[in-house]
């Protein structure tokens, strides 16, 4: 193999893997003739002097290079050649990422395909951001949402989104009503806090504990399951499905209803509950 090709193959490599053309041009010719000034790099560098500095900045940056002044006059030296194996795991690491985006990105384009094709459209959400999403997907719904509440795990993981949602819900006067656990906790909490256009009644604390909180609106059922390492939601659209599991809340709404108080009086909004 020539120099020339030798030097061709490795700068391909070194862009492959995040370096400006440039940038890996010159990394090149450091690590073949060791130390230099940049005079003696313009000897060698097709680029124009100001390019060699933007080059010679970056490397530095990514402590590719170090330097050393003697005078007016700056030497520029590439550290070992080991260093870019770090480059490697980073590759690795933005592979990861870029699949993860990509499976999330299939999900999502399924789950409208599905719709399209008349079948159950599924999405799903992780993280902050996503449970957000997912939660406020219901702000435009055209009916009352229905919703079964896990209100010790939002209050702990999600308060402040719950509170920014409850804020734009009430806004839009769209009603809720809510199936939360019978316990003194809820009860006091409910007791001490007001929601606007928001009912609830509790269900029988002989009932096992949810960790997964439901709502029910438009046709769609949206899942959402918070934990402290995780925070994972999933949205189904389909008209049937909706329709069991309505019929299977208002069938408990009744079922648990006899003299309950059901209002959330007050005028003031709720801080922890999915309302």
Known sequence: MTCGKYMTSITDTLIKYGFEPSTAELYVILANNGEMTVPQMM????????????????????????????GRVAYYKPVHPNKLFGLIEQKKRDTTLLEEEMKDSIKTLVGAYNLSEN????????????????????????????????????????NDINKEYVKKRQEKGINKRLLVLDTPEARQYLKNQGSRATEFRYLPSSMKPFRTGLEIYD??????????????????????????????FEALWEMVGGKQKTTIGGGQESATVFN
């Open 43 to 70: 000897e060698k560098f097709e680029f124009s002097r100001a390019s060699i500095y933007d080059s010679l900045n970056q490397l530095l940056t990514q402590d590719f290079v170090t330097y050393r002044k003697e």
């Open 119 to 158: 079948k159950p459209g599924v999405r799903f959400f992780e993280g902050e951001e996503g449970f957000k999403e997912a939660l406020f997907d219901s702000l435009d719904s055209k009916e009352t949402i229905y919703a079964y509440v896990d209100m010790d795990a939002l209050r702990t993981y999600a």
């Open 219 to 248: 046709n769609k059922i949206s899942y959402f399951t918070l934990r402290e390492d995780n925070m994972v939601a999933v949205i189904v659209e389909d008209r049937d499905i909706y329709r069991f599991h309505r019929h299977i």
